[in-house]
T-cell receptor, first 111, second 114 residues
């Protein structure tokens, strides 16, 4: 059983469109991180959220942590081909708990 | 900063051979993590070290896998004997503090066992 469920698994859109991807769990996390991974490279951290209801913005990317700290979403406005990649969420259980990664959403933005 | 360095970047070997993957974490980082990534299983944590001491190795698949961190600037992941099902991309990551601070990933080693 996967602790973190990410949806959709695959997403293919045109440049300029908006999109939202989700990361859901039945567990409560002390913090949650979003990473982006490009082909042939390791994941790169985009953001860490720690407070229930927290919203963070990174240019065209908006990250939200659920009020109950069980889920999170990533919204991209006006997607660009450079946004293409695998988006992974990782949740930490407790202050010293290890992080578990979801299976990821593979995003393709077509020019 | 050079980031996390892994070698080799690609490894092709035959079943039964020993494979050693190497990692140099970011200087000054206290924690080091080994992950395995496959299409079927996603990104899995194999083991993590804090201050060179293994803290959690519950993700190590079986006795064929072993990891060492003899000093703060070097770690190895060894598979002996290797099997085709070990084919995957192996990532090393490091973080500045104990536990689950921001992890910086290396470029990975793509292992193919024939």
């Amino acid at each position: 059983t996967q602790l973190l469920e990410q949806s959709p698994q695959f997403l293919s859109i045109q440049e300029g469109e908006n999109l939202t991807v989700y990361c859901n769990s039945s567990s409560v996390f002390s913090s949650l991180q979003w990473y982006r991974q490009e082909p042939g490279e390791g994941p790169v951290l985009l953001v860490t959220v720690v407070t229930g209801g927290e919203v963070k913005k990174l240019k065209r990317l908006t990250f939200q942590f659920g009020d109950a700290r069980k889920d999170s979403s990533l919204h991209i406005t006006a997607a660009q081909p450079g946004d293409t990649g695998l988006y992974l969420c990782a949740g930490a259980l407790g202050s010293a708990g290890k992080s578990t990664f979801g299976d990821g959403t593979t995003l393709t933005v077509k020019p | 900063d050079a980031g996390v360095i892994q070698s080799p970047r690609h490894e092709v070997t035959e079943m039964g051979q020993e494979v050693t993957l190497r990692c140099k974490p970011i200087s000054g980082h206290n924690s080091l993590f080994w992950y395995r990534q496959t299409m079927m299983r996603g990104l899995e944590l194999l083991i993590y070290f804090n201050n060179n001491v293994p803290i959690d190795d519950s993700g190590m698949p079986e006795d064929r896998f072993s990891a060492k961190m003899p000093n703060a600037s070097f770690s190895t992941l060894k598979i002996q004997p290797s099997e085709p099902r070990d084919s995957a991309v192996y990532f090393c990551a490091s973080s500045a503090r104990q536990g689950w601070d921001t992890q910086y990933f290396g470029p990975g080693t793509r292992l193919t066992v024939l």
